[in-house]
């Protein structure tokens, strides 16, 4: 079940024009309602800023295009460290409609009960897919953003964290991040994460040079689990690309 491309791209600016078009083309693809599942951490950033550029942001149906976020770190919602918070200043506040960002009710909740604020995000997703279990047929997202980091972990799926064999909830609690900032976590589950026509991994930098190297010789983590049921593609810029790569 190999069906994973790696994509190499020059340098992180060549990165977030390809992540745009690959967006752009599946919006295209979906003449109906989208569901788009963006991701945290520094990788999006300049992708964010693209889209929010004239040239990108007219070619968007706004009103037809629905956000989430495949993570969050348990701080208020105007934390420079709240995920979907830089995805809404970045690009979404000035170029979305509010009813079509569906952000991790953090804000309300308690952070010493994560899976409660887990559970109401679940039933979010659910009321917009209309079901509360999964139909390969028909993925909940046209894409998902994902990043990968130092420890191999994407979303907030960390290495031998008992959510990253969840098979029946849609989004859990993590009461304990692997890496920094260490704030418990929401995140999606692997098979809704995978319920999707294309998965997108944005990787750059040297810094992610030596954690790729472990993930392209096949290492158990949890970067190397996360499959779309459809398309799953590793946008790498030159930094990031191992040596040895023969791609
Ligand atoms: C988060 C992210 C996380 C991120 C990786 C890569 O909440 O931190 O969703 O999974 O994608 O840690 O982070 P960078 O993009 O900052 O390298």
Redesign the pocket.
Known sequence: NDNRRVIAVADPAALAEAAAERVLARIGANSGRVAICL?????PRQLYQVLATDAYRSRIPWQRVHWFI??E?FVPADDPLN?MGMARRTFLDRCAPAANIHLIPTATADPADPDRCAALYEQELQSFYGADTLDQSRPVFDLVLM???PDG????LFPGDPALEETARWVVGVPRAN?EPFVPRITLTLPILGSCREMLFEIAGAGKRAILTRLFARENLPANRARSTGETVWLVDREALPEDFGG
């Not at 972990?153 to 907030?156: C, K, M, Q, V, Y």
Request: charged share 10%; proline share 0%; glycine share 30%.
């Open positions: 991701t945290g951490g520094s990788s495949g993570d770190r995920n990043g990968v980091g972990h994407t979303a907030s890496v």
